[in-house]
Every structure is written in C-alpha cells, then in structure tokens.
Nanobody, 125 residues
C-alpha cells in the first residue's frame, strides 16, 4: 500500500513565502513523476508544477518565476518553495505521484496515479 502525504501549508501575507513538501511511501516501485495541483473554492483543480526523476519540470504560467520544485529521488520526496505569494494562490494544494511517465509528459491530473489529501495555503491581502 502506498501513502502520499503533504506538509507545509498555512497562512501567509501577500508577498510572503511558504514551502510545501510531499513524500510517497510504502510498497512502491520507482515513482517517475511527482508534482502539485491546486484547487481554489469554486474552481477546478489546476496544475501547479510537475517534476520527473531526471528533474524535467513543467509549471503553470501563473506561478513561473515565483514557484520552483525539486525532488529527492531516493526518498520519493518533492518540495515546492513558493515566493511572492498572492491572494490568488489561495487553494488546497494536492501532491500527485505516478509510476507512469505520463504525469510529467502531459502535466494533467488525469495522469496521476496517487494523491495526497491536500494541504491548505491561504494568502491574505
């Protein structure tokens, strides 16, 4: 059984920073793709960033230059430092993971095989 868990959410003022982390653990093979999607109230879940084991990354246009992502492959852990946060970044951030390479190739939530429960990020103006 595989467990995906996020940490690091919270409340921050606009312009501030937070770092999210996610670890996939349990009886798993190689996790090729990991990443983050977010869902704001009343909106559909959308891509934030995905990263492959070879550090290929894709980002949503709205976070480029402000967010970055990195992996610790041996630990199946991914980090998401977020800077210059805006109220529009307020959402539940969910970690995604997949054995298939499609998660990074397509950067779509449909390609995720595993999901965390999510961590809330709230940015106040």
């Amino acid at each position: 059984q595989v467990h995906v868990a996020e940490s690091g959410g919270g409340l921050v003022q606009a312009g501030g920073s937070l770092t999210l982390s996610c670890t996939a653990s349990g009886s798993i093979l190689t996790i090729l793709g990991m990443g983050w999607f977010r869902q704001a109230p009343g909106k559909q879940r959308e891509l934030v960033a995905v990263i492959s084991g070879g550090d290929n990354t894709k980002y949503a246009d709205s976070v480029k230059g402000r967010f970055s992502t990195s992996r610790e492959n041996a630990e199946n852990t991914v980090h998401l430092p977020m800077h210059s946060l805006e109220p529009e970044d307020t959402a539940a951030y969910c970690c995604a993971a997949a054995v298939s390479p499609l998660l990074v190739l397509s950067a779509t939530q449909e390609a995720s095989e595993l999901w965390g429960q999510g961590t809330q990020v709230t940015v106040s103006s």
